[in-house]
C-alpha cells in the first residue's frame, strides 16, 4: 500500500464543514490501496468541535499526527468552543489579519509542521504530499515539504488563494506578496486540485509557464452517514424548513427570515402548518430578528450538533435550504453544505446567485432557485413549497446527479490522480 501525507489544519475533533473533505479522503483513501498519515493541529480556541467525527477517522486505523502552533486561536483554551463574531467585527478582524499575517494568520503554524513532516518523511516510506487549504499556510507547508523530500505535491484548494472574496488585502503591496507566493507554491507542485470548474479556470489562469494541470474534485456526501443514522423521530405534521451549517459573511439568514414573516402575515392560516429550524450557529442578532418579526412560535435554533445528529435532523426535514450572498466571487462558491443536502434527495431551497452553485442545483433537479436577496422571489418559492408539501407533489433529486458526490466515489478519483502523479514523477526522474 502507497503512502500520502495528508496536510491540514481544520480536522477533526474540529467541527463545521471545513473537516470534512480531508476526514473523509482519509476514512476512504485505504480503499484504493493508499494509506493516509495526516498532519494537523493540536486544536484551540474554535467554533465547534465533534468527537464524533474524530471517533470516525480513529476507528478506520488513520495515523494522525499533530503539532503545536503559534496562531490567534491559542489565545483559548484548548479545545474550547468560542462563539461566533458579529459580522462588523469579523470583517475588522480580517482586516487587521490582513496587514499582520501572510498569508493568513495560521502562519505560526508552519515552523512546527514542516519540522514534524520532515520527521514523518524520514521515519515514514511516504510517497506522495497532498495539502489542502484554507489556510493558504498548509500548501506552503506541503511546497517547503516537497523541496526538501522531493515527493511529489498534490496542492487542494477548497477555496481561491488570490481571489478570495474573503481575503482582504490593505495595501497592492500586500495583493502583489500573496501573488509570489502562490507562484513559487504552484511552481513545486505536481498537481492541484479544486472543488469546481470555476474555480479550475481561475488557478489555471495565474498557472505559471509550465505549471501543472488543474483538476475538479468536487465536495461530496458520505452515504455511510445516511445509511447508518436513522431520521429524527417526527410526530408533527407541519411542513419543515431546515438550514444546516454556519452564517458569514455574505451568507446570512435575514431574507429568509423577512420573506418567511411576509408570506405568513398574506396566508395566516400556513402558521400553524410551518416550522423553520436552524442547526449550527447562527449569527449574533438572529435571536433578536426573530422576535421582532414575531417568528418566535416558528423558528427554532437548536444550535451546533454533533455531525451524525446534524444528519438525521437533515433526514427529518421536508425541505432543505441554502443561501450564498451576492458578492464579488459569489459565482465560484459552491459550499459543502449543498452536497450534504443533495445527498439527502430531498428539495432544496436555494438563495443563490448565478453560478457553480445554481448549475449542480439545476442538474439535481429539486431544487427551488430564488435570487439571495430578493425578497418577493423567496415568499412567491416558499408559496410554491406549501403547495407543493399539502398535495404531495415535493421533487426528489436526480439519483445519477447525486452518485456523482460519493465521498468514497470521490476519495478513488484522488487515489488515482496520486498514483497517475507519482508514475509521472518517476518516469520524469
Not at 229 to 249: C, I, M, N, Q, W
Request: aromatic residues 10%; hydrophobic residues 40%; charged residues 20%.
Amino acid at each position: 500500500m502507497r503512502r500520502v501525507l495528508l496536510i491540514a489544519y481544520y480536522f477533526p475533533p474540529m467541527g463545521l464543514s471545513g473537516v470534512q473533505r480531508m476526514a473523509k479522503f482519509a476514512r476512504y483513501l485505504p480503499d484504493y490501496g493508499w494509506e493516509p498519515i495526516v498532519l494537523t493541529v493540536r486544536p484551540g480556541g474554535y467554533f465547534a468541535y465533534d468527537e464524533t467525527l474524530l471517533a470516525e477517522v480513529e476507528a478506520a486505523g488513520v495515523s494522525i499526527h499533530r503539532t503545536c502552533s503559534l496562531d490567534p486561536t491559542r489565545l483559548f483554551r484548548d479545545r474550547r468552543p468560542v462563539p461566533l463574531p458579529a459580522e462588523s467585527i469579523r470583517r475588522r478582524w480580517s482586516r487587521l489579519n490582513g496587514w499582520l499575517f501572510i498569508p493568513d494568520n495560521k502562519i505560526g503554524w508552519l515552523p512546527p509542521a514542516v519540522w514534524s513532516g520532515l520527521r514523518l518523511l524520514r521515519r515514514r516510506s511516504i510517497d506522495a504530499i497532498f495539502a489542502s487549504a484554507p489556510p493558504a499556510t498548509a500548501l506552503l507547508i506541503g511546497a517547503l515539504l516537497h523541496r526538501w523530500s522531493g515527493r511529489p505535491l498534490v496542492l487542494d484548494y477548497r477555496d481561491d488563494w488570490l481571489e478570495n472574496p474573503r481575503q482582504i488585502y490593505p495595501t497592492r503591496w500586500h495583493r502583489q506578496l500573496h501573488a509570489r507566493l502562490e507562484q513559487w507554491t504552484l511552481r513545486h507542485a505536481a498537481c492541484v486540485t479544486t472543488i469546481n470548474p470555476h474555480l479550475q479556470q481561475a488557478i489555471a489562469r495565474r498557472m505559471p509557464p509550465g505549471g501543472p494541470s488543474v483538476h475538479v474534485i468536487p465536495h461530496g456526501f458520505d452515504p455511510a452517514d445516511f445509511e447508518t443514522v436513522a431520521p429524527e423521530p417526527r410526530t408533527d405534521r407541519r411542513l419543515r424548513l431546515l438550514y444546516s451549517g454556519v452564517f458569514y459573511d455574505a451568507q446570512q439568514p435575514d431574507d429568509f427570515l423577512r420573506a418567511l414573516a411576509r408570506w405568513l402575515a398574506e396566508q395566516p392560516e400556513a402558521r400553524a402548518h410551518v416550522e423553520a429550524v436552524f442547526v449550527g450557529l447562527v449569527p449574533p442578532h438572529t435571536p433578536a430578528l426573530i422576535e421582532q418579526l414575531g417568528l418566535q412560535d416558528v423558528a427554532t435554533l437548536r444550535g451546533y450538533l454533533p455531525h451524525r445528529e446534524a444528519v438525521a435532523a437533515l433526514r427529518a426535514a421536508d425541505v432543505l435550504w441554502m443561501t450564498v450572498g451576492e458578492q464579488p466571487g459569489a459565482a465560484g462558491i459552491s459550499t459543502s453544505k449543498l452536497f450534504e443536502y443533495i445527498g439527502t434527495c430531498k428539495p432544496i431551497l436555494a438563495l443563490i446567485p448565478d453560478g457553480v452553485g445554481r448549475q449542480v442545483l439545476a442538474e439535481y433537479g429539486a431544487a427551488y432557485l430564488t435570487p439571495p436577496h430578493d425578497v418577493e422571489t423567496i415568499v412567491q418559492a416558499l408559496k410554491r413549497l406549501y403547495e407543493d408539501w399539502k398535495s404531495g407533489r415535493l421533487p426528489i433529486g436526480n439519483a445519477s446527479v447525486v452518485a456523482r458526490y460519493d465521498r468514497r466515489r470521490l476519495a478513488g478519483q484522488l487515489a488515482a490522480l496520486l498514483e497517475a502523479t507519482l508514475q509521472a514523477t518517476c518516469e520524469s526522474a
